[in-house]
């Protein structure tokens, strides 16, 4: 197992630094619930900002997972990609209770880089995908979104 790294969202966007690897999906025990097959990596970029008054984070996450098709229950290899960019604020509380943003980090939390990704990737996750074609009974996915074809 990798071991976990930190970072606090106001000293990284101060110093307007990036964060960047790559973590295995198999390291993953919560998305690994909701996928068929546990291989595969996401990788990742944590870009700290300052955009005038304004700290901010930006995330980008990209990898492949493999779900069941919702039709077959075959394997079926989807793009995961995340693009993402969080306030750094003060106080999380008075973030919320203003409902000026919907994402942000709290600017003095230590955010742990592998719980963090894991959470946006199951976030992420689409509630079903399908095959374009699937085996069964030649269904046709015509009238739906399809996310790949079938390995």
């Not at 990596?41 to 008054?53: E, P, T, Y």
């Not at 942000?104 to 095959?131: G, Q, R, V």
Request: aromatic share 6%; glycine share 6%.
């Amino acid at each position: 197992m990798q071991q976990k790294m930190t970072f606090q969202p106001k000293t990284l966007a101060l110093a307007e630094r990036e964060i960047e690897g790559a973590i295995a999906i198999a390291e993953m025990p919560r998305l690994k619930t909701a996928l068929a097959k546990d291989c595969g990596q996401l990788c990742f970029v944590i870009a700290g900002k300052k955009n005038g008054d304004e700290l901010v984070i930006e995330l980008v996450m990209d990898g492949e997972v493999v779900v069941f098709c919702g039709r077959c229950l075959e394997h079926l290899t989807i793009p995961l990609r995340y693009t993402g960019r969080f306030l750094v604020v003060q106080n999380a509380a008075k973030a919320e209770e203003d409902d000026l943003v919907n994402d942000y980090l709290e600017s003095e939390e230590t955010m742990n880089i592998h719980d963090w990704l894991e959470d946006e990737a199951i976030l992420n996750l689409p509630f079903s995908a399908f095959h374009a074609e699937c085996k069964i009974m030649g269904i046709s996915s015509r009238n739906h979104v399809t996310y790949s074809s079938i390995e």
